[in-house]
């Protein structure tokens, strides 16, 4: 990127979430002070700004045609661009011919595995983060029949142990539950223990002003649904899954959910605990996959514990 912008190139950033544009573009304008960085996603105040650096969703990109000479895009594994080929069209548009194109994934789906592995596509691996240490590796935490326990009116004594452990400590985390039903019905007795624990979903009309609040430390604990997935950056937290067993949670969304603790350099520790009724294939796959980069790292010289 700085290459190109030092060669007066326009340089765009790609995602398939609004909440990773509004992560991005702080971070990005502290690294290229001198630039003004657009963000652009829908409702957005830059959208008709003119930028060498532009954030955008790739909805936003069906506005280009030939406009970019360095296209980057993130996440490409994620929903929707992965299942929209009109959005893979849109980045192929609004890139110019003889663009640069890369795209990143910490998840890769088994056919671009399968490409690179080939060598059809060129890739590489960067299995370690820049603070040099150590992607955290998930603790499984049998918790019983969970479900039960909520329909009773109760927190299963492990959740509520765990909960209390970080309330205590000062420590904020996210919880992942399998779905908004769910996570809505059970709110209720995971706010007895603090009442600013809050929930948050795709469909929140108050995502956005709940995401910056977590990032306030206003919120305490904050239950959320798959949406908090990826692409948001709390500096140092816990995190914890409820019903790690149920099919929602696939080998690349726990991988995902665990890359959320540890991001910062300040805090690069942190716990990934998955409460659970039932081992499952994916949990496995999930805890092998970040053992394997880890170990990668270390061979590689990438990480310094």
Same mark, same amino acid.
């Given at each position: !990127?700085?290459?190109?912008?030092?060669?007066? /190139?326009?340089?765009?950033?790609? *995602?398939?979430?609004? =909440? &990773? &544009?509004?992560?991005?573009?702080?971070?990005?304008?502290?690294?290229?002070? *001198?630039?003004?960085?657009? +963000?652009?996603?829908?409702?957005?105040?830059?959208?008709?700004?003119?930028?060498?650096? #532009?954030? $955008?969703? *790739?909805?936003?990109?069906?506005?280009?045609?030939?406009?970019?000479?360095? !296209?980057?895009? =993130?996440?490409?594994?994620?929903?929707?661009? $992965?299942?929209?080929?009109?959005?893979?069209?849109?980045?192929?548009?609004?890139?110019?011919?003889?663009?640069?194109?890369?795209?990143?994934?910490? *998840?890769?789906?088994?056919?671009?595995? /399968?490409?690179?592995? $080939?060598?059809?596509?060129?890739?590489?691996?960067?299995? +370690?983060?820049?603070?040099?240490?150590?992607?955290?590796?998930?603790?499984?935490?049998?918790?019983?029949? %969970?479900?039960?326990?909520?329909?009773?009116?109760?927190?299963?004594?492990?959740?509520?142990? %765990?909960?209390?452990?970080?309330?205590?400590?000062?420590?904020?985390?996210?919880?992942?539950?399998?779905?908004?039903?769910? @996570?809505?019905?059970t709110a209720p007795l995971f706010q007895q223990l603090h009442p600013n624990i809050e929930t948050v979903h795709a469909e929140d009309p108050n995502r956005k002003e709940?995401?910056?609040?977590?990032r306030k430390k206003e919120t305490p604990i904050l239950l959320t649904t798959t949406i908090l997935e990826r692409g948001v950056t709390f500096p140092n937290i816990d &995190?914890?899954?409820?019903? #790690?067993? =149920?099919?929602?949670? #696939?080998?690349?969304?726990? &991988? /995902?959910?665990?890359?959320?603790?540890?991001? $910062?350099? /300040?805090?690069?520790?942190?716990?990934?605990?998955?409460?659970?009724?039932?081992?499952? !294939?994916? !949990?496995?796959?999930?805890?092998?996959?970040?053992?394997? @980069?880890?170990?990668?790292?270390?061979?590689?010289?990438?990480? =310094?514990?």
């Amino acid at each position: !990127m700085n290459e190109a912008l030092k060669q007066k /190139q326009r340089v765009c950033i790609a *995602t398939p979430r609004t =909440d &990773v &544009v509004l992560e991005l573009a702080p971070r990005l304008q502290k690294v290229f002070p *001198t630039i003004q960085v657009v +963000a652009l996603y829908g409702g957005s105040e830059d959208r008709n700004q003119f930028s060498p650096l #532009t954030i $955008s969703t *790739t909805h936003q990109l069906f506005r280009f045609y030939h406009g970019f000479d360095l !296209m980057i895009v =993130d996440e490409v594994d994620a929903f929707p661009y $992965s299942y929209d080929h009109t959005l893979q069209w849109a980045v192929q548009k609004a890139a110019k011919n003889n663009a640069a194109k890369i795209y990143l994934s910490a *998840t890769p789906n088994q056919t671009w595995q /399968q490409e690179c592995l $080939s060598g059809k596509r060129p890739y590489v691996t960067i299995p +370690a983060r820049f603070h040099r240490r150590p992607l955290p590796i998930p603790e499984f935490a049998w918790c019983g029949n %969970w479900k039960k326990s909520f329909e009773k009116g109760k927190l299963p004594p492990k959740i509520e142990k %765990w909960i209390k452990a970080r309330l205590q400590a000062n420590k904020q985390a996210l919880i992942f539950l399998p779905n908004i039903k769910l @996570m809505e019905k059970t709110a209720p007795l995971f706010q007895q223990l603090h009442p600013n624990i809050e929930t948050v979903h795709a469909e929140d009309p108050n995502r956005k002003e709940k995401v910056e609040r977590m990032r306030k430390k206003e919120t305490p604990i904050l239950l959320t649904t798959t949406i908090l997935e990826r692409g948001v950056t709390f500096p140092n937290i816990d &995190v914890a899954i409820v019903g #790690t067993e =149920d099919g929602i949670f #696939t080998e690349a969304a726990l &991988v /995902q959910i665990s890359g959320r603790v540890g991001r $910062s350099a /300040q805090y690069p520790k942190g716990t990934i605990t998955f409460f659970h009724h039932g081992k499952t !294939m994916a !949990m496995n796959r999930a805890y092998s996959h970040i053992v394997q @980069m880890n170990r990668e790292a270390r061979e590689r010289g990438l990480i =310094d514990a």
